[in-house]
C-alpha cells in the first residue's frame, strides 16, 4: 500500500497580506507539503540528536574531531563542484533583511554578493516571511522600486551591475507557526524560506546564468548538511532543475560544525560553494556548549574576543585551509561598522578598524568578507584588490603550514581579557534594544553605530548567564549577581525612558524586551535559543 499523500497546508492565526497568492500558490504549497511530509521527521531527528550531543559535552567537557570520519578527512583527492561563474568572484558580500529598501540598496551596493537574510536579520514575521519572497521576485522581474517618507527613489541598476543572491533560510530549530498540515503541525521555517524561494525563483535565475543560491545557518553536524543536501536532490528532481545547480555556503557558526567542516562539504560536495565564518554566533555557541565546563570557558566582553585570539585564529585559519583543500571558497565575517555622516572622526577610526579586519582576512587566504552597509563595500574590496588583484579568488592558497589541534578550537583560557562591569552594562544595553525592535518586526537593527542582529542578542544574553553563574567578579569587585543584571536592566530602561520621552517609549516593547532578557539571561534552565521564546511574544 502506498503512503498517504501530504496533507495539504492552510495558513492559520494571520490576516492575509496583500499579493499573498503570488507567492502561496497551489504549486507552491504543495511542493512545501512534500519537503515538509518527507523532511521534517529527519529533522526532528537531529535536533534531539543536539540535545544528545550537548550532554555529551557536558559530561566530558571537550570536544574532538570525528574518528568515525576520519577516512573523509584524511582523503586528499576529493573536492567539491567547481564553482558556477556567478560565484566565482565573491570578494565583497553585503548581508541584510529582504525587504524592499534594502533588496534594491543591496543589489546597488556594488558588492559580488548580497546575502538576503531571512534569518537572523529578518524578525519572522508573517509580513517580513512572505513580504521578502515577493521583493526578490520583484527583483528578478524588475519591477521593484522604492520611495521613502523623505521622497527618496530607489530603483535598480543594469542587471550586469547587480550583486549575486544568496538567499539564508532560517535555521532547523524555527517553525512557521502560520504554515500547518492538516493535523496542526507547524512546517519548519527552513523548509519554507528554502522552498517558496526555490520553488519560484530557480528556473528565472537559470535563465539569467545564475542560479538558487543559499547559505546555510546555524549548521551543528555533518548529519545536518547531509539533510540539506537530500532536500536538494529531491528538490531539483520535482521541478526539473538540472542536479548540482542549488549552490550552499555553509555557516561554520558553531563550535561542532568546526570539528566537522571537511565532512559538511563532503556531504554537500554537488552543491557546495564554500563555508563562512561566523563570529558572533560562533562565540554564542561556546558558552552554550560549554557553560557548564568550568572558568576556562568564562568569555570576556564580546568586544575584546577579537578575531586575532588563538582559538579564533585556530578556528578561521582551519577555515581556509579546508576550503582551499577542497576547491571550495573561504568567507571571511563581518564588518559591523555603520557608517555616520555627522561624525567624520568617528568614522575614520572604524574605518581603520574595518580595513585592519580585512587586510588580515585577505592575507589569511580568505577569498571574501562580509559587510553590512554599501559604505564599507569599497573598503573590503580594496583589502581584497591588493591580493587577489584581477584573480577571482585565492584557492590556489592551501594554507598547508596551517596545523590546528582539537584543544587549540576551544582553548578560550588562552584569552588574557576578563569580563567588565561596562561589558555587562553593554550587553543588557543591546539586549534590550536589539530585542525591543525584534518584537515589532526588524531584524537588523543599528545599535551605537553597529549593525546588530539575532546573534547579537545571543551572545549578549549568554554572556549574561555565564557570568553570573560562573560567579564572576569583575575588575571593581562587584560578583556577576541576579540581583546586579537586574538592577542594571532598571538603569538602562530608565535610560531608554528618558531618552525617548513617555509617548515614543509606551508605544514600543520596551517593557516586553526587558522582561525577555532577564528571562532568557537569568533562568537556571539555560534556554537554546532566544528567538523561540521571542518569537511567542512576535505579532
Not at 574518528?67 to 583527492?77: G, L
Not at 571537511?262 to 560553494?273: C, G, K, P, Q, V
Not at 553563574?469 to 540581583?483: D, I, M, R, S
Request: glycine share 6%.
Amino acid at each position: 500500500m502506498s503512503a498517504a499523500a501530504p496533507s495539504p497546508l492552510s495558513v492559520v492565526g494571520t490576516e492575509p497580506l496583500e499579493r499573498q497568492g503570488e507567492v502561496l500558490t497551489d504549486a507552491a504549497l504543495t511542493f512545501l507539503a512534500e519537503l515538509h511530509h518527507r523532511f521534517t521527521p529527519r529533522r526532528d531527528e537531529l535536533l534531539a540528536r543536539r540535545a544528545e550531543r550537548r550532554a555529551e559535552i557536558a559530561r566530558t567537557g571537550t570536544l574532538d574531531f570525528l574518528p568515525e570520519t576520519a577516512r573523509i578527512r584524511d582523503d586528499p583527492d576529493w573536492r567539491v563542484a567547481p564553482a558556477p561563474p556567478a560565484l566565482e568572484d565573491r570578494r565583497v558580500e553585503i548581508t541584510g533583511p529582504t525587504d524592499r529598501k534594502m533588496t534594491i540598496n543591496a543589489l546597488n551596493s556594488g558588492a559580488k554578493v548580497w546575502l538576503a537574510d531571512f534569518e537572523d536579520a529578518s524578525a519572522p514575521t508573517w509580513a517580513n516571511v512572505i513580504g521578502g519572497q515577493l521583493n526578490l521576485i520583484d527583483a528578478y522581474e524588475r519591477r521593484i522600486d522604492f520611495t521613502s517618507p523623505e521622497g527618496k527613489s530607489y530603483a535598480l541598476r543594469p542587471a550586469e551591475e547587480l550583486a549575486t543572491v544568496v538567499a539564508r533560510p532560517r535555521g532547523w530549530h524555527l517553525d512557521e507557526r502560520h504554515l500547518r498540515t492538516a493535523d496542526g503541525r507547524a512546517v519548519p521555517g527552513a523548509l519554507v524560506d528554502f522552498g517558496l524561494y526555490f520553488f519560484h525563483n530557480a528556473h528565472r535565475l537559470l535563465a539569467q546564468g545564475k542560479g538558487p543560491y543559499f547559505y546555510l545557518p546555524k549548521t551543528e553536524s555533518h548529519q545536518e548538511a547531509r539533510l540539506w543536501n537530500d532536500v536538494f536532490v529531491f528538490a531539483q528532481d520535482y521541478t526539473g532543475v538540472p542536479q548540482g545547480t542549488i549552490r550552499a555556503t555553509v555557516l561554520i557558526e558553531t563550535i561542532t560544525a568546526a570539528y566537522e567542516m571537511d565532512e559538511i562539504l563532503y556531504e554537500l560536495r554537488d552543491h557546495a560553494s564554500g563555508l563562512n565564518a561566523g563570529r558572533w554566533d560562533y562565540l554564542f555557541s561556546i558558552i552554550k556548549n560549554f557553560r557548564d565546563a568550568g572558568p576556562g570557558f568564562v568569555l570576556p566582553d564580546r568586544n575584546a574576543v577579537t578575531m586575532t585570539a588563538p582559538f579564533m585564529r585556530a578556528y578561521t585559519e582551519l577555515l581556509v585551509r579546508t576550503c582551499h583543500k577542497r576547491g571550495a571558497h573561504a568567507i571571511g565575517g563581518m564588518a559591523a561598522f555603520i557608517p555616520s555622516r555627522r561624525d567624520p572622526e568617528v568614522n575614520a577610526v572604524a574605518f581603520d578598524k574595518v580595513r585592519a579586519d580585512k587586510d588580515r582576512e585577505a592575507n589569511d587566504g580568505f577569498d571574501g568578507s562580509w559587510v553590512a552597509h554599501p559604505d564599507l563595500v569599497p573598503v573590503a574590496r580594496a583589502s581584497f584588490d591588493a591580493v587577489l588583484g584581477d584573480r577571482p579568488h585565492q584557492k590556489d592558497r592551501l594554507r598547508e603550514d596551517v596545523r590546528v589541534t582539537a584543544a587549540e578550537l576551544i582553548d578560550v583560557a588562552s584569552l588574557d581579557a576578563k569580563p567588565t562591569t561596562h561589558g555587562l552594562r553593554n550587553a543588557v544595553q543591546v539586549g534590550i534594544r536589539y530585542i525591543e525592535a525584534w518584537l515589532r518586526g526588524l531584524g537588523a537593527v543599528a545599535i551605537f553605530n553597529l549593525m546588530e542582529d539575532a546573534a547579537t542578542a545571543e551572545i549578549s544574553r549568554s554572556q549574561i548567564w555565564q557570568w553570573v553563574n560562573a560567579g564572576v567578579v569583575f575588575e571593581n569587585g562587584e560578583k556577576a549577581t541576579a540581583e546586579l543584571v537586574r538592577k542594571v536592566a532598571a538603569e538602562e530602561l530608565a535610560a531608554i525612558r528618558e531618552e525617548l520621552g513617555e509617548d515614543a517609549f509606551a508605544a514600543g516593547a520596551w517593557g516586553q524586551a526587558h522582561d525577555l532578557l532577564l528571562k532568557v539571561a537569568l533562568d537556571e534552565d539555560y534556554t537554546e535559543f532566544l528567538t523561540l521564546p521571542a518569537y511567542e511574544l512576535l505579532h
